[in-house]
């Protein structure tokens, strides 16, 4: 089967930069990809890594190393508005993780 | 261009009855996702639909159904409900099927079973 694993919980200050892991174990894997969830709302599409190494995107940077079946979501400068749930998923299994709510105090 | 729209976005039903929902892709994708959202399980896969096709199914019984229209268009169906598919249901839509499509996701129906 395909499972994911991420922390549940991330608290974080403004300004700070924090790192959410993701750690992965398919049968199929084909690339990682992240997504913001604010309450009440519908995930939105951040990153996808379809091969090893750092993807930059604004102040949002996602990593992907396959030989350690490992990934990760970085945050620099954070903001209130970056208090979401984010996660993590499989697209070639199309299997998400459990998600890590992050809150950011000011 | 319009984002994916789900409908109802509200919806309450008693055990043992069914229930349909709808959705509607962005115009040009042809894939179609359905996910499940409970606070315990996080977003689970149920099924996803390609040209029509269903390319891949998660882990639910058979009361939980879909289909795909030839528009793109896709619904999902719920026989013989129980207290606990009470749920989010999510539909997300891409341009492809396979990895490096990115998934977007409607506002969700709100599915209650008293």
Redesign the interface.
Same mark, same amino acid.
């Given at each position: 089967g395909q499972s994911l694993e991420q922390p549940s919980e991330v608290t974080a200050v403004e300004g700070a930069i924090v790192q959410i892991n993701c750690t992965y174990q398919t049968s199929g894997f *084909?690339?990682l990809?992240w *997504?913001q969830q604010h309450d009440g709302?519908?995930? =939105?599409?951040l990153s *996808?890594n379809?091969l090893d190494g750092l993807e930059e995107t604004g102040r949002f940077s996602s990593f992907l190393s396959r030989s350690d079946s490992y990934g990760y979501l970085l945050l620099q400068e954070l903001q209130m508005k970056d208090s979401a749930s984010y996660?993590c998923?499989v697209?070639?299994?199309? =299997?998400?993780?459990?998600?890590t709510q992050l809150t950011v105090l000011p | 261009k319009a984002g994916?729209t789900q409908t109802p976005r509200y919806l309450i039903k008693t055990r043992g009855q069914q229930v349909t929902l709808s959705c509607s892709p962005i115009s040009g994708h042809r894939s179609v996702?359905w996910?499940q959202q409970t606070p315990g399980? $996080?977003?689970?896969?149920l099924f996803?639909y390609f040209s029509e096709t269903q390319r891949?199914k $998660?882990n639910f019984p058979g009361r939980f159904s879909g289909r795909q229209f030839s528009n793109s268009r896709s619904e999902m169906n719920v026989s013989t409900l129980e207290l606990g598919d009470s749920a989010l249901y999510?539909c997300?839509s891409s341009l492809g099927t396979?990895?490096?499509?990115?998934?977007?996701? $409607?506002?969700?129906t709100r599915l209650t079973v008293t």
């Open positions: *084909y690339g990809s *997504y709302g519908a995930p =939105t599409f *996808y379809g996660f998923a697209e070639g299994q199309l =299997t998400f993780g459990s998600g | 994916v996702s996910y399980q $996080g977003l689970q896969f996803e891949n $998660g999510l997300a396979g990895t490096s499509y990115e998934q977007y996701f $409607g506002p969700g």
